[in-house]
T-cell receptor
């Protein structure tokens, strides 16, 4: 039982390049989330999904797109990377979103945009 | 706006007790979570409070006062491995988690 996994762990991009971050969970959770974590700030929600085939915008969605074609996978795309997107990206999942079920996090992706 | 306040950094001694405070102002309240995050690692779930009072889990306890918009995490018998950041998060009226910036706890021998 691997929990939540993320690939890649590290990435360096040049401004304007694109990339996709992959998140996978093996806990059969309905809800999945993408956050970014920047120094001195709390985790900020980028996009989330309440089930297979659904996505919704979070607090900071601009410049990102997501897809949830399979229940276990949640992809985060950067179409044209900008230096402001340099951050640590965490994926999380939870059994549901409306109860006491906690979110479980992947190990993170450290992205640098030059 | 929504706001979660925590001290930026705290220092404590191995074997002692430390209390990390969290105050919140959110649109609605559907529970408060505490997470631990070691440097360079993912946040891991510690505790959940939705009713007023104290929840105890081994060396860690978490307290909630909804009327005061206040919570604290109490760590007893501190160990060096407790050196980490502690994140407070509140689930708002839309069931989204609003996160504090975290409290970095430094344990000295």
């Amino acid at each position: 039982n691997a929990g939540v996994t993320q690939t890649p762990k590290f990435r360096v991009l040049k401004t304007g390049q694109s990339m996709t971050l992959l998140c996978a969970q093996d806990m059969n959770h309905e809800y999945m989330y993408w956050y970014r974590q920047d120094p001195g700030m709390g985790l900020r929600l980028i996009h989330y999904s309440v089930g297979e085939g659904t996505t919704a915008k979070g607090e900071v969605p601009d410049g990102y797109n997501v897809s949830r074609l399979k229940k276990q996978n949640f992809l985060l795309g950067l179409e044209s990377a900008a230096p402001s997107q340099t951050s640590v990206y965490f994926c999380a999942s939870s059994e549901t979103g409306t109860s006491s079920h906690p979110q479980y996090f992947g190990p993170g992706t450290r992205l640098t945009v030059l | 706006g929504q706001n979660i306040d925590q001290p930026t950094e705290m220092t404590a001694t191995e074997g002692a007790i430390v209390q990390i405070n969290c105050t919140y102002q959110t649109s609605g309240f559907n529970g408060l979570f505490w997470y631990q995050q070691h440097a360079g690692e993912a946040p891991t779930f510690l505790s959940y409070n939705v009713l007023d009072g104290l929840e105890e889990k081994g060396r860690f306890s978490s307290f909630l006062s909804r009327s005061k918009g206040y919570s604290y995490l109490l760590l007893k018998e501190l160990q060096m491995k407790d050196s980490a950041s502690y994140l407070c998060a509140v689930k708002d009226s839309n069931y989204q988690l609003i996160w504090g910036a975290g409290t970095k706890l430094i344990i000295k021998p």
